[in-house]
């Protein structure tokens, strides 16, 4: 019986990559965690000495326990580890003088090879008088513990392990506790070169996976409703071996009376619509892979009868979504701000006549990850705090924004909803995978001369 499902699984395997030549090479467990490992020591080694530097702190101590981790957590644990274990401590210091830094735990396990315990639970049971043993004798100017107003990803400490370290802390050492806000965003918003050759494939692998959605492999038209689609996009990310950080969203514009409206197409977006010929479709969309996330929001057009392409006037609309990403990107220099970079956007924008609306966003170990905040949808004044992080080099961002294109044809205003995924190298921003240029259509044209 088992023979016979094994060749069952390889019969209906070798039918779904003949229909699909695109699938996508998918790491096994085992090889993601290798990669994820090499990664994780590679950036200890290379990526978190300069930021510590930069920001002035020789001991960085990160505090969690299980069910209620630290989100910078994660990104510091071997892969095999799925969460903290018990009270999880673990420890980069700097001890200067150019030489590299130390890293270990102070907990009850080994944290992987980088961050081997050094806690002897024999020669002092107490966890924490263990921990404020080790910064005595390591005697650190600044101890930066991941405390934020600002970046809630920077906030990882809870306030009962804040008050459990300073109780066991000297008091002349109390003071030397800061918030570690500049290393933990610089930690988690820089890329490494390894990262990105990598970043390219996952970012290509949500663009096949929207392009397959949007086929008339899923839709047809009369029937196929905008939450068919979504939860057909959930399944087939999991079928593939991925998982979602966020629910896709699947919407529709068309000639009809509906104006658009912000809070409509944000947070009350209606579920269930029934796809017709003359729809423009739009997903919002995005995996996780390696512990690197995609964020990316294009739009495809439902052919009528007698139409073999895009009509001209949806043509030229796109154009100005593109436009607009254009500016946005041509704005990204070093140094500078979310809110300068959105405010020199906004302005060139108008300049043109163009009506854009920015909320681009930092990309990587989160969705809505560490970095500067370039807008939201509904504060285009700027937006305090996230958005006054300037800009660094090595940093991946989603383009994320909107055109407003009234279009006589349909007689209304429709948005052209963009989101792509693209990397700022200090002087240039280059999508990671290309962007959408040109509306898909369904169906897919046989015939494009007849």
Known sequence: MKKIFIVIFILFSSFINAQNPYTPKVLSMQERAEVIDQWLKERVETVLPPIMRRSGIDMWV?????????????????ATWQSARRTTMLIAYDPGEGKPLETFGMSRYNTGELFKTIWNKEEQPDQWKALAEMIVAKNPKKIGINKSETFALADGISSTHYDQLMRVLPKNYQSRVVGAENVSIGWLETRTESEMIVYQNIVRIAHQIIAEGFSEKVIQPGITTTNDIVWWYRDRIRKLGFTAWFHPSVSIQRKDPESFDHLRSFSERPEQQVIYPGDLLHVDFGITYLRLNTDTQQHAYVLKSDEREV???????????????????????????????????????KTEGLKGVIYTHPIGFHGHAAGPTIGLWDQQGGVPGK???????????SIELNAGVYLKEWDKEIRIMLEEDAFFDGQNVKYIDGRQTEIMTIPRSLFPNE
């Open 387 to 397: 958005g006054d992080y300037p800009l660094y080099p090595n940093t991946a961002h």
């Open 311 to 349: 009509p001209n006037f949806l043509i030229e609309a796109f154009k100005k979504g593109n436009r607009v990403q254009d500016i946005l990107t041509s704005n990204f220099k070093v140094g500078r701000s979310g809110n300068e970079i959105l405010k020199a956007t906004l302005d060139q924008c």
């Open 62 to 78: 990160i505090i969690a326990r299980e069910y209620n981790e630290d989100p910078v957590i994660k990104t510091l644990l071997p």
